[in-house]
Every structure is written in structure tokens, then in C-alpha cells.
């Protein structure tokens, strides 16, 4: 596990639920926008898991050991609590 993978799970999370959290003010498109982006960036470094349903089922395939999945979904939360904190900054 390197910490490259985890920084790309936390961006990657950030900028998808901003998107998501973006389509209130700015409508659906922009929740597309975001996964694709988020998506894209953190693919080469972690997979782009941006989940934790996603690294769980990985995890249980054996695809990624249980640390890294553990690490993943703690980064896939603080990803997902900056995002909010930083949108609804910004929306309100």
C-alpha cells in the first residue's frame, strides 16, 4: 500500500461527492462530471475503488488485502467529510 494511493482515494472521493454535491446548485451533470474526473484521477495509483462497497468486495476477492481496504474506506470517509464541509462552505 503506498501513500499515493491513499492521497488519490481521498481526492478522488473529494471531487466525486462534490460533484454529487454540486448537482443541488448546478444539476446532474455535474455529479457525471465529477465521478468521471475522480474516476480518472486516482485509477493509476489506487484503482479508483472511490468506494467502500467497492473495496470491501475487492477485499473479499482477494484482489487487495484487508489493510489496504481498511486504509481505502478510512480514506474514502475523510475524503467524503472534506467534501461536505468544503461544499456546504461554499453553497451556503
Not at 7 to 24: D, N, P
Not at 28 to 50: F, Q, R
Not at 72 to 80: D, H, P, R, V
Request: positive net charge; without cysteine.
Amino acid at each position: 500500500m503506498k501513500l499515493t494511493a491513499i492521497i488519490s482515494e481521498i481526492i478522488g472521493t473529494f471531487i466525486f461527492f462534490s460533484g454529487l454535491l454540486a448537482i443541488a446548485a448546478f444539476g446532474p451533470i455535474a455529479g457525471g462530471i465529477g465521478l468521471v474526473a475522480a474516476i480518472y484521477l486516482s485509477a493509476k495509483a489506487s484503482g479508483g475503488h472511490l468506494n467502500p462497497a467497492f473495496s470491501i468486495i475487492m477485499a473479499v476477492r482477494g484482489d487487495i488485502s484487508a489493510v489496504t481496504a481498511i486504509a481505502y474506506i478510512a480514506s474514502q470517509i475523510i475524503g467524503g467529510l472534506l467534501a461536505l464541509l468544503v461544499n456546504s462552505y461554499l453553497l451556503t
